[in-house]
C-alpha cells in the first residue's frame, strides 16, 4: 500500500506540472488520439509526453523488471488483442480513461468524470468475474 | 520549455505507474476482482494521485492561464451523456479482461514484450475504427 500511494502521488505530481505549467490534462487516452490526427501545434507536447512514458518504461526495466513480469501470464494473444481494441474504442467514445477521468477530472470533482470513473470500475468488475467463469475459476 | 515539461511529466507520470505496481497486469486485475483476492493497491494509487491533483487544482483555478501558455485546456463538458456511459463500460470491459489501462499499455512498450505491442497495436486500431464510426 506504501508503494501505491507514493507511485499515486508521483503520478499526482505529473499531473500537477501538466496543469499549472502547460495548462493540460494529463489523459493518456486523449493524448495518443491527439498523436494519431495530427494539429499543427498541438503535436509536439503530446508526442514528447509518450515519449517521457517510453523512458520512464525503460528505467523501470533496469531498475525494477518486475514492473512487467506479469505481462505473458495466463492470457492468450487474442485475449491482448480483444482488450486493446475495447480500451482505444471505448475510451475515445467516453472522452476518457484512468488519467483522464480517473485521475484529472476526478480531481477537478467533475462529476461526469466520477460517474465514467464508476462506470468502467463496474465494468471491469464484470469483465474480470467472465474471464474467471470462462476459465471456470469461479 | 512547454515541451520539455511534457517530457518530465511523461517519464515522471511512468515512474508513478511502475512504483506503484500499475504496469502489473495481476495487481490491476486483483483490484477489480472483487469476489476473488481483492488488490486494494488500485484504490490508493487513486489517493494518492488524486490527493495532489485536487490540491494543486484548486490553488490554481483561480488564475487566468498556466505558467508557460496562454490560457488552459480544460474540459468544459458536463453532460453525462448516453457515450460517457457506453465509452466508459466498453473501456471497463477491455481493462478488466487483460489488466492493462492506456498508460501502462505505454509504459510495458519498454519491456519488449509481443504481448504488448499486440494490446497497443490493437488499442490504436480500435481508436481509427471510432474515428471512421464518428465520420460516417
Known sequence: MTYALIGGAIIGIAASLMLVLNGRVTGISGIVAGVLRPIKGDTLWRSLFLLGLLIGGFILKIVRPESFESLSLNMGIADYAIAGFLVGFGTLLGNGCTSGHGVCGNSRLSVRSMVATMTFILFGVISVVIFKLMRGEV | ?136
Open chain 2, 1 to 136: 520549455m512547454k515541451q520539455l515539461i511534457a517530457l518530465i511529466s511523461g517519464v515522471l507520470f511512468a515512474l508513478g505507474l511502475g512504483i506503484s505496481g500499475m504496469t502489473q497486469t495481476h495487481v490491476v486485475k486483483g483490484f477489480l476482482d472483487f469476489f476473488g483476492s481483492w488488490n486494494i493497491s488500485l484504490m490508493g494509487v487513486m489517493i494518492g494521485a488524486i490527493a495532489i491533483n485536487a490540491i494543486v487544482y484548486q490553488i490554481i483555478k483561480k488564475k487566468d492561464h498556466p505558467l508557460f501558455d496562454k490560457k488552459f485546456y480544460l474540459p468544459a463538458n458536463n453532460h453525462i451523456d448516453k457515450n460517457l456511459l457506453l465509452g466508459a463500460a466498453i473501456f471497463g470491459l477491455g481493462w478488466g479482461w487483460a489488466g492493462i489501462c492506456p498508460g501502462p499499455g505505454i509504459v510495458s512498450l519498454a519491456s519488449g514484450k509481443m504481448e504488448i505491442f499486440v494490446f497497443v497495436g490493437s488499442m490504436v486500431a480500435g481508436m481509427y475504427f471510432f474515428k471512421m464510426c464518428k465520420k460516417n
